[in-house]
């Protein structure tokens, strides 16, 4: 047992000098402090900036952060802006140059063009790369993404000293909540996600990331994780959710990532309303992110008459259909492991084949309804939802009927 102690905090001392960085702390010198975390330009690179974490003992921890493409870092307003409108010492196109190539030199096709001594982030066609010396010349091997799609940009996250697998998420009231990774999982400071793995010991077991069970007349997440839940005409009531047709129950910090260890079970129980049991209803989605921008949903529960039916977006799209049956509370379990989508229904099961990660999207989850046409509002009452981004304990996705 100490032998086993010993590694694993040898693992998440490895881990935090990971996140940590070997980067100069000097450049967090004269760092302006905005809610905890400090802000400096970055010392040679207009579309970067630093962002300083403290540690005990007022030791500051630098991150490298970029804008995101064609913007320059704004120290005096803190935030990136359009290269055009910035005043940056390090801009080459103060030099008199026609242009130079983007600082990140893994991006064959990007650069900046220099018009009236300003600089305007650019892109060589498709099937070109960036020159210093001829521009944009033929290319067979350049085929990276430009712009820099991948970028991270400023992040409202920062690490805890001591707590690799934990980190603080800012909040649109002005304070910082502690959030715990997935399982097996660590935050990194460097991409703003918890994307280290390999920190999983002997004694590893998957725990759901949110549990709801509305037990207590509250809709709070009863998993230990935090997670802030929020209710939009939700009436709860009998130890559950009841839902009107324009109902919302949302979990915004839950977002399919590209760090994503490839498995994700979604547990719940749903009594309909049989005055619409023929209509088409929407129950869970992860494409909501308000109606000025629509995205495609990876994660999709929708119910018409008599059937379930369960989507996923992955390399590809897939959707299974599933029965239910005439019983007053029913099951649904949503089960996407890298390979197949799965799905549990009334004791019924069917999976098909849907290879990959899930498609990322900016939305958390939002039960209750899709937004989308022509399925209306769920109606009726949900119950005993827990969400696992890792693959649980065979109990907890066979279900009896």
């Known amino acids: 047992m100490r032998l086993q102690a010993v590694c694993l905090l040898w693992i998440l001392q490895t881990v935090q000098a990971q996140v940590q960085g070997t980067k100069d702390p000097s450049v967090c ?42 913007q320059f870092w704004d120290h005096a307003k803190l935030r990136c802006l359009p290269a055009d409108s910035v005043n940056c ?17 893994n991006q064959c096709g990007a650069f ?12 060589c066609p498709d099937g070109e790369a960036y020159s210093s010396a001829k521009g944009c010349v033929a290319s067979k091997t350049c085929t990276d993404m430009c712009p820099l799609k991948d970028r991270v940009p400023g992040c409202g996250r920062r690490p805890i000293s001591g707590a690799a697998t934990k980190y603080e998420q800012y909040t649109d009231n002005g304070i910082w909540k502690e959030m715990k990774c997935p399982s097996g999982r660590a935050y990194n400071p460097n ?30 997440d009863e998993s230990g994780n935090g997670n802030v839940v929020k209710l939009t005409n939700v009436v709860l009531k009998d130890n559950a959710a009841y839902f009107n047709g324009r109902s919302k ?6 977002k399919p990532t590209i760090y994503d260890m490839g498995d994700l079970v979604i547990k719940m129980k749903f009594m309909e309303d049989k005055r619409y049991s023929s209509s088409l209803q929407g129950i869970l989605t992860n494409g909501h992110c308000g109606k000025e921008s629509p995205v495609t949903p990876s994660v999709l529960v929708v119910k018409a008459q008599n059937v379930i039916v369960l989507g996923a977006e992955a390399n590809f799209s897939r959707s299974i259909e599933l029965p239910i049956v005439d019983k007053q509370w029913k099951d649904i379990i949503y089960i ?27 939305c958390g989850f939002q039960f209750g309804s899709v937004d989308i046409k022509p399925y209306i509002g769920f109606v009726g009452a949900l119950d005993e939802i827990s969400i696992y981004r890792c693959k649980p304990l065979d109990a907890v996705v066979n279900v009896g009927y």
């Not at 994307?195 to 509305?214: A, E, Q, R």
């Not at 129950?249 to 839950?254: D, F, M």
């Not at 799965?342 to 899930?358: H, Q």
């Open 29 to 70: 010198d004269g760092a302006v402090m905005r809610h905890g975390v400090g802000f400096n330009p970055h010392p040679s690179d207009c579309s970067m900036f630093v962002q300083c974490f403290e540690y005990p003992g007022g030791r500051m921890s630098p991150v490298y952060r970029s804008c995101e493409y064609g």
């Open 112 to 123: 900046w063009e220099c018009l009236n001594g300003k600089a305007y982030g650019r892109c």
């Open 191 to 220: 991409d703003c996600e918890c994307s280290i793995t390999g920190i999983i010991s002997s004694t590893y077991k998957c725990k759901p990331d949110v549990v709801l069970s509305f037990n207590k007349g509250t809709a709070e």
């Open 336 to 362: 996407h492991n890298k390979v197949k989508l799965e799905g549990r229904v009334c004791g019924a099961t069917k999976n098909e084949f849907c290879v990959g990660n899930l498609k990322p999207t900016p």
């Open 249 to 254: 129950l949302i979990i915004e910090s839950l």
């Open 89 to 105: 010492p390090h801009d080459k196109c103060k030099t008199g140059v026609k242009s130079y190539m983007h600082s990140d030199r």
